[in-house]
């Protein structure tokens, strides 16, 4: 189950936006926490690289299929025209190392294949990226949850319940800190990009 989930939410993140709301790395290392062995981790990464790749070459299909006017579609305005934009322009200035630098960058990821295919990148030069960018990022992340689950486990034998609450406060505290922090930041940039439209009108 915690494979099929993993690699599941792996493939609609390129496909579907789900990475807008749950990004991967999340459901990886959660997943990598779960699994009881060396073993059911390489199983893990293996699905979910697979996964990955079949995911952004959808993206790339649609993209392709579309072309430019996906920019309009009711999906990317909802994720935002703007990030679409900077997927586009990171393209076309990097080509293929872009997608796979993307892959490391959340939101970026979910709008790259599509953009990739819709500014006409070469298949040539995307699939290598995809491969090579979904195997490096598969790999990490499932071996940064492992480790943390032997931590978790340490962790509970030394200090027991009562750190695991405290440990949790301090995540939700983190994580709130963090949201504000970035809705502050994109407030500042639409602030900005208002005034610059001011200016131009």
């Known amino acids: 189950m915690v494979v099929l989930v993993a690699g599941l939410i792996t493939l609609g993140e390129t496909t579907l936006g789900i990475g807008l709301v749950l990004p991967g790395e999340t459901v990886l290392i959660a997943a990598a926490m779960a699994v009881p062995d060396v073993p059911s981790a390489v199983l893990v990464t293996g699905v979910v690289a697979v996964a ?12 392709r299929r579309l072309g ?11 994720m935002g025209q ?31 294949p599509a953009a990739a295919g819709a500014s006409g990148l070469p298949l040539r030069r995307f ?3 995809v491969v090579v960018g979904a195997i490096a ?9 492992y480790l943390l689950r032997e931590a978790a486990e ?4 030394a200090f027991g319940l009562l750190g695991w609450v405290l440990l949790g406060i301090a995540l939700v505290v983190g994580a709130i800190a963090w949201k504000v922090r970035r ?11 208002e005034k610059v439209a001011a200016l131009r009108e």
Not at 104 to 110: A, Q, Y
């Open 52 to 63: 990955a790749m079949g995911g952004d070459s959808i993206g790339y299909t649609i993209g």
């Open 68 to 78: 430019p006017r996906l920019r309009d579609s009711r999906l990317i305005r909802r």
């Open 82 to 112: 703007d990030k679409w934009d900077d997927a586009a322009r990171t393209l076309r200035r990097h080509g293929s190392w872009a997608v796979l630098c993307a892959r490391f960058l959340p939101v970026v990821r979910t709008m790259t």
């Open 127 to 129: 699939l290598p990226a």
């Open 137 to 145: 990022w598969a790999s990490l992340h499932v071996a940064a949850g």
């Open 154 to 157: 340490k962790f509970e034998h």
């Open 183 to 193: 809705r502050r930041a994109e407030a500042r940039k639409r602030e900005a990009r």
